[in-house]
């Protein structure tokens, strides 16, 4: 029997999921039309976002992260991709501001500008706007010395919040692979969906609907290269189709249940494990201390972490070790932190980084030499 989630949401979080004026995504789908595309800003204006900086949204530090494959770079500081159906670009200006462009929409309206609003909730929400980074930061800072040192080059590196179907299957495709091919895989299951523009070289679709999925082979999956995710997918389509009010609404309704039961029920699904599990929960199911535990995070882990697992290889029980003992450090929203954590230790960001924050294993080898060598020394004296 699943239960309803009792622990209240933490004061870091300024608005309750009952009182909160953003939509979540179960509200705000509507049912699509499919008529032809239409222009809601036909002039291709540039409205500026709220009053974002860079201190609570960095477009570079948020999408080309690992958390969504859907996005796409169409510019220097631009991203580009679909929520609900609206497709819309984001730009970082060089003074860290946001400005957006809603570019074609897939629903019939006979107001835009009721488009256009219903696209800005949708990114609200998509974004977690209603979290407050800089409260965040402050608690993680002060918690962990390894995040108050990347801290402040990591500003503005959000968790989105995603529509948890489409999430499900980038991540199907996530397990065992490499990014150039998962973005691949996704980019195949998202050309199923109905077609809205082309933006910066790059075809935008609506993400298919279960019932679209449903009707696309294995074989045909493993054609385009899917390999044995082929069979995960369309077995994973059969299972959510069975679910009572349909699986859409049913992965929705995970967002009211406690983390364990959100991973019990996730585990359910064919091609599904922790890892899986954990970044579906984190990145689109409202659990925001789920940790997905993988070899980078075993590694961030022991180093900062948990450093008396140093020598351990990591088994099913240390991984959840791991992950408790990331809560532990940080809170509820845990998640945040080890995403911060994860991106650090990104070659493309490592590049940015002062050279003192940087951790590989060339420098960690040195590390551990210096200090036994330091140790030989006191012990000879």
């Not at 080309?64 to 500081?77: D, I, L, N, V």
């Not at 497709?87 to 570019?103: A, E, F, K, V």
């Not at 835009?112 to 407050?132: C, P, W, Y």
């Not at 689109?284 to 070899?295: E, G, K, R």
Request: charged fraction near 20%; glycine fraction near 6%; proline fraction near 6%.
């Amino acid at each position: 029997m699943l239960r309803r989630r009792q622990t209240p949401i933490p004061p870091i979080q300024k608005l309750s999921k009952s009182s909160s004026s953003l939509p979540s995504s179960s509200k705000t789908r509507r049912p699509l039309l499919f008529l032809k595309p239409t222009v809601s800003s036909p002039d291709g204006e540039w409205k500026p976002l709220l009053n974002m900086g860079i201190s609570e949204l960095s477009l570079p530090l948020t999408f080309p992260t690992g958390q969504t494959f859907t996005w796409k770079q169409t510019a220097s500081t631009q991203f580009t991709g679909v929520l609900n159906s609206h497709l819309l670009s984001l730009r970082q200006l060089q003074d860290g501001s946001i400005s957006y462009l809603l570019h074609r929409t897939c629903f019939s309206s006979p107001s835009l500008s009721k488009d256009e609003a219903f696209a800005m909730d949708s990114l609200k929400d998509f974004m977690n706007l209603q979290v407050s980074l800089g409260e965040l930061w402050a608690e993680f800072s002060e918690a962990d010395s390894r995040f108050a040192e990347l801290a402040p080059h990591m500003s503005g590196a959000r968790v989105l919040r995603q529509d948890p179907l489409e999430c499900l299957f980038q991540f199907l495709c996530s397990s065992n692979n490499n990014i150039p091919r998962i973005t691949q895989m996704v980019s195949y299951l998202s050309s199923l969906g109905p077609y809205l523009a082309s933006v910066g070289g790059f075809k935008f679709h609506a993400f298919p609907s279960l019932e679209r999925l449903s009707q696309v082979s294995e074989e045909e999956l493993r054609k385009a290269g899917f390999g044995y995710r082929a069979k995960y997918i369309v077995d994973a389509v059969a299972v959510l189709q069975s679910k009572p009010g349909g699986g859409a609404e049913w992965l929705l309704s995970l967002r009211t249940l406690e983390l364990q039961e959100v991973t019990d029920a996730l585990l359910g699904l064919p091609g599904v494990g922790p890892k899986v599990a954990a970044c579906v929960a984190l990145f689109s199911l409202d659990q925001h201390h789920a940790i997905p535990v993988d070899t980078h995070v075993w590694q961030i882990a022991k180093r900062y972490i948990s450093p008396e697992l140093e020598g351990a290889t990591l088994t099913p029980k240390l991984s959840r070790h791991v992950a408790e003992a990331f809560v532990m450090k940080f809170g509820k929203y845990a998640g945040w932190a080890q995403t911060v954590l994860f991106i650090g230790e990104l070659s493309s960001q490592k590049a940015l980084l002062p050279v003192h924050l940087h951790c590989d294993k060339a420098t960690e080898a040195s590390s551990k030499k210096l200090v036994t060598s330091k140790n030989k020394r006191k012990s000879r004296a």
